[in-house]
């Protein structure tokens, strides 16, 4: 594990248009485990998501799938069944309900601090079943409840519908949390890949909208640099998630490619003061890398207290992996470290 800063973006590039760098660098190889996991994937048979109409993207096999193979495969359970869950939904920003989920340690006593988790996926596939690991052992290693939301999807719902969804789940969060036994004074926000643009930009809009504010914001490998970077060119053919995926999650969000540069896509160009603490981990296979490395030296640029973490030999959607991938069980214990350190923080009255 290493933490480390790479260049500055080129200048904002057409979303679409990730043109190739005067550098390059030798792409780094998955450790044995995260390996694994990508063998296991496609044994399942899944064709490149690049080449699918969004339907068929949403019926592919999932890392999450993968992990659960190889648990399988070992004789172990898929699940950890110390976190009891209760499915509910919520009103969306259009007025209809979206599902939601909310973790809770067994046997724990509140109130308990509480987390809004936002799944990755593109803003295109994926949701809170395929998401079920991260959020779960949250909870567990938080000691906190984790309420994992869904949000409209692309092409169906464009941007910036996704967004604005989950802002709608997290003031849904502040008024009914204490019923369900949780501490707004110990509120957090975590994503991971597109759900770790919308943590940032929910705090963002928070700020803005002066409500009560998160004490912290974790960022998993986040969407936040729609420009040109090296990861993208280094990183163009990784597995699970390569450069040409981005393309077509962004071709299939988008209204029209000038909305890349919005600022709630495009993070380093949003106004970041007064932001909340903010952790931000990161993949070194993924081109998704860099993005989150110049997030972080545009947050610390705008004064906000800002952590790096980076591991060595994963990819992207590692994280959640932590049955199987020993990296992923350090990456999500490092968060739950940040986030539990934030809440005995937070002030009480």
Known sequence: MKTRHLLGSAALAAVFAFAPLSYAATPAKPDADMQAVLDKLASLGGKPIET????????????????AAILKDQGKPAMDDSVETDDTTYTAADGNTQNARIYKPKGAEGPLPVILYIHGGGWVIADIDVYDSSPRALAKMANAIVVSVEYRKAPEAKFPAAHDDVLAAYQWIVKDAPSWGGDLKKLAIVGESAGGNMAIDTAIAVRDKKWPVPVHVVAVYPVADTGDTEA?????????????????????????PDQGKDPRLNLVAADLKGLPPTTIILAEIDPLHDDGAHLADKLKTAGVTTDLKEYEGVTHEFFGMGAVVADAAAAETYAADKLKAAFAAAPQN
Do not use: C, G, H, I
């Open 232 to 256: 993208k060119v280094t990183y163009a053919a990784a597995k699970p998630l390569n450069t040409p995926m981005l393309d077509w999650f962004f071709k299939n969000t988008l209204a029209s």
């Open 52 to 67: 699918l109409t969004p339907e068929e993207a949403r019926d592919q096999p999932t890392p999450a799938e993968a992990v």
